[in-house]
């Protein structure tokens, strides 16, 4: 697999707090994406951090990566109740006509009101 | 603004039957995707299109075949349906195929098999 696992598989806090998130991946990229999943629906693309970027933001999001480590981190600052979803990583790795966009497993994400 | 349409929302077969996903990509979009999430899996890509020819495959059965026609919908064929076929499917779009700008997501089919 392209991609290794994220971590924590399950996150629980309290509103007003923030969120980290972590993804780890195992082969080169050329971004990488964050994806949010409210449960059973289709998944809405958050933010898209290139490889030659290190840090990118997006409202109260903030990705960041490391590609000498092969991980991205997601910081949800401030959380509120609605940031309660899934949320996963993508790798996109392109060659010539060969593309791939593979997910992480992904992290659950319970913000307390 | 229009979104990836994705028809049925939900589909109940039985063993051995078939079935038939479509999805309709947003406008102007010349790529699709197919994706299969099972119960607290992450989304595994299946096959996608680009420009009605299939770019790649990933874990497909071959049991399933797919196709992009000339107004860039898309279906997913599955035949001999087995118990673990059961999921959500999602069908995702983009222009071109360089996923810049990233994947639009539809709502997704859910698949049960009894």
């Known amino acids: 697999s392209q991609q290794g696992e994220e971590d924590p598989q399950a996150l629980s806090i309290q509103e007003g707090e923030n969120a980290t998130m972590n993804c780890s991946y195992k082969?080169?990229?050329?971004?990488l994406q964050w994806y949010r999943q409210n449960s059973g629906r289709g998944l809405v693309h958050l933010i898209l951090?290139?490889?030659?970027?290190r840090e990118k933001h997006s409202g109260r999001l903030r990705v960041t990566l490391d590609t000498s480590k092969k991980s991205s981190s997601l910081l949800i600052t401030a959380s509120r109740a609605a940031d309660t979803a899934s949320y996963f990583c993508?790798?996109?790795?392109?060659?010539?006509?060969?593309?791939?966009?593979?997910f992480g497993k992904g992290t659950l994400l319970t913000v307390n009101p | 603004a229009a979104g990836v349409i994705q028809s049925p929302r939900h589909l109940i077969k039985e063993k051995r039957e078939t079935a038939t996903l479509k999805c309709y990509p947003i406008?102007?979009?010349?790529?699709v995707y197919w994706y299969q999430q099972g119960p607290g899996q992450d989304p595994q890509f299946l096959i996608s299109?680009?420009?009605?020819?299939?770019?790649d495959k990933g874990s497909i059965p071959d049991r399933f075949s797919a196709q992009q026609f000339s107004d860039y919908h898309s279906e997913l064929n599955m035949s001999s349906l087995e118990l673990g076929d059961s999921a959500l499917y999602f069908c995702?779009?983009?222009?071109?195929?360089?996923?810049?700008?990233?994947?639009?997501f539809g709502n997704g089919t859910r698949l049960t098999v009894t």
């Open positions: 951090i290139r490889s030659n970027e």
């Open positions: 993508a790798t996109a790795w392109y060659r010539g006509s060969n593309y791939k966009l593979t």
């Open positions: 299109f680009y420009e009605k020819m299939q770019s």
């Open positions: 995702a779009s983009t222009f071109g195929d360089r996923f810049e700008p990233p994947l639009h």
């Open positions: 406008p102007r979009h010349d790529t």
């Open positions: 082969t080169s990229i050329n971004n």
